[in-house]
């Protein structure tokens, strides 16, 4: 006959890393008292969830310096705004995030730029799985401000994106020629703060699509990752030339 599953002990003095499943998380938070937690891993955010972090970072006195988040729907992304907004110890950020849409993007971007004190200790940003678009402009302005010199918060050090492997793009090759001008001045300013020293990874990106992180906007991007050359302003195809 088997037994009673054992309990965990309330109180984890050595335990440093807590992977949560999307199953009974809620319930095993309350329980746990975790001194030495520095990288917490969440499979699902719910607002049960947010309120059962705050009360374990209040009662261990201990707040953890990396978070996982693993996002599979629209009805996680405002937990996960609030989230992030109780964690400030956070240093390294990574979000997988099948379930996000280009709109959760621009929210989510405008969130952290327009408030530096929301994760201000954060030096490492990963977004992977990414199964959507991504805003262009809105991702320009949140990596600017978090490069950016401000009293009693760190700067960026690492921003990388990646996609779903088995993710396409359904949508045809439309026409720039109304946005070329403001892809163009973002792209200048990505190269910029590459050249100030911000580590940026985009990998695996569909097609070139307008306003949008896109494969030839990649290999723009990762020309400077080898040499640093000077650039011309865009042309009017959008494409930026370096200079002969």
Same mark, same amino acid.
């Given at each position: 006959?088997?037994?009673?599953?054992?309990? +965990?002990?309330?109180? $984890? =003095?050595? %335990?440093?890393? &807590?992977? *949560?499943?999307?199953?009974? !998380? #809620?319930?095993?938070? +309350?329980?746990?008292? $975790? =001194?030495? %937690?520095?990288? &917490?891993? *969440?499979?699902?955010?719910? !607002? #049960?969830?947010?309120?059962?972090?705050?009360? $374990?970072?209040?009662?261990?006195?201990?707040?953890?310096?990396?978070?996982?988040?693993?996002?599979?729907?629209?009805?996680?992304?405002?937990?996960?705004?609030?989230?992030?907004?109780?964690?400030?110890?956070?240093?390294?950020?990574?979000?997988?995030?099948?379930?996000?849409?280009?709109?959760?993007?621009?929210?989510?971007?405008?969130?952290?730029?327009?408030?530096?004190?929301?994760?201000?200790?954060?030096?490492?940003?990963?977004?992977?799985?990414?199964?959507?678009?991504?805003?262009?402009?809105?991702?320009?302005?949140?990596?600017?401000?978090?490069?950016?010199?401000?009293?009693?918060?760190?700067?960026?050090?690492?921003?990388?994106?990646?996609?779903?492997?088995?993710?396409?793009?359904?949508?045809?090759?439309?026409?720039?020629?109304?946005?070329?001008?403001?892809?163009?001045?973002?792209?200048?300013?990505?190269?910029?703060?590459?050249?100030?020293?911000?580590?940026?990874?985009?990998?695996?990106?569909?097609?070139?699509?307008?306003?949008?992180?896109?494969?030839?906007?990649?290999?723009?991007?990762?020309?400077?990752?080898?040499?640093?050359?000077?650039?011309?302003?865009?042309?009017?195809?959008?494409?930026?030339?370096?200079?002969?």
């Amino acid at each position: 006959m088997v037994g009673p599953i054992p309990v +965990p002990p309330p109180f $984890l =003095p050595r %335990l440093h890393t &807590l992977d *949560l499943g999307t199953e009974g !998380s #809620d319930d095993i938070l +309350p329980h746990l008292v $975790l =001194p030495a %937690l520095d990288d &917490l891993r *969440l499979s699902s955010v719910t !607002s #049960d969830t947010v309120q059962a972090v705050t009360a $374990l970072i209040h009662r261990s006195g201990r707040s953890p310096t990396s978070l996982f988040v693993s996002i599979y729907g629209s009805h996680e992304v405002e937990p996960m705004h609030d989230l992030i907004s109780r964690m400030p110890s956070v240093r390294n950020l990574r979000i997988l995030c099948a379930g996000v849409t280009s709109a959760h993007f621009t929210a989510l971007f405008d969130y952290m730029a327009q408030d530096p004190y929301i994760l201000p200790a954060l030096t490492s940003f990963i977004i992977e799985e990414c199964c959507t678009q991504i805003p262009l402009r809105p991702l320009v302005r949140m990596l600017t401000a978090r490069s950016s010199p401000t009293e009693g918060v760190v700067r960026l050090n690492s921003f990388t994106l990646s996609f779903h492997q088995e993710y396409n793009d359904d949508y045809a090759e439309v026409d720039m020629k109304a946005q070329n001008e403001d892809v163009g001045l973002a792209l200048e300013q990505l190269r910029a703060l590459r050249s100030e020293g911000l580590q940026l990874h985009i990998q695996s990106s569909m097609k070139w699509l307008s306003g949008n992180i896109t494969e030839k906007m990649i290999e723009e991007i990762g020309e400077v990752r080898a040499r640093v050359i000077p650039l011309e302003r865009p042309d009017n195809t959008g494409r930026i030339w370096p200079q002969a």
